[in-house]
């Protein structure tokens, strides 16, 4: 059986598109139980990894700086906020709680999209007052944000106290070994 694999990576992310099928019934089964093995390990991980807290997640996305021709990791992050302000500012930084969104930023540290989504849940099931809206750092007019190396600032116009907020952030990374 041949897997495809990234030579620099213990580990790849994405599934292989062929493989040789045992006729053998007794190799048969053990390439069944590695299969679904390599299955798991690759559907888990992007399952899960969209859900990681205080780190950083492989995306898939690969992608090259124009300057050495290198191709780079895509990553994603987020940050869970459960209020935002009341028309007003709310600051997180490298030490605060909740987290900043992103690990671990070098000057190799590219965002290429950061977008968020608010959601205030229904005061009871069918009352019709929920709200649910996504945003990109300057797309609505009711929320805003600037990030630099160390903070992350979030202003509102309007009271979004009762609204609970994700930020996701998909950047790259120089990574490990020139990846």
Not at 133 to 160: A, E, H, K, P
């Amino acid at each position: 059986m041949t897997i495809p694999t990234n030579p620099m990576e213990t580990f790849s992310p994405f599934l292989p598109s062929t493989v040789n099928i045992p006729e053998e019934e007794d190799r048969f089964k053990v390439f069944l139980v590695d299969r679904f093995a390599i299955h798991a390990d690759v559907i888990n991980d992007k399952k899960i990894g969209v859900y990681v807290e205080e780190t950083s997640t492989l995306n898939g996305n690969k992608h090259w700086y124009a300057n050495t021709q290198i191709t780079r990791n895509g990553y994603q992050s987020f940050v869970f906020i459960n209020g935002l302000p009341n028309t007003g500012v709310l600051v997180i930084d490298a030490n605060s709680d909740p987290a900043f969104p992103i690990d671990d930023i070098q000057p190799e540290f590219l965002a290429w999209h950061i977008w968020g989504t608010c959601s205030k849940p229904p005061s009871t099931t069918g009352a019709g007052d929920a709200d649910f809206f996504s945003f990109s750092n300057q797309g609505d007019s009711r929320i805003s944000f600037t990030m630099t190396d160390l903070v992350l600032t979030i202003t509102t116009t309007v009271d979004l106290s009762a609204y609970y907020c994700f930020i996701v952030c998909e950047f790259i990374r120089a990574g490990t070994n020139g990846i």
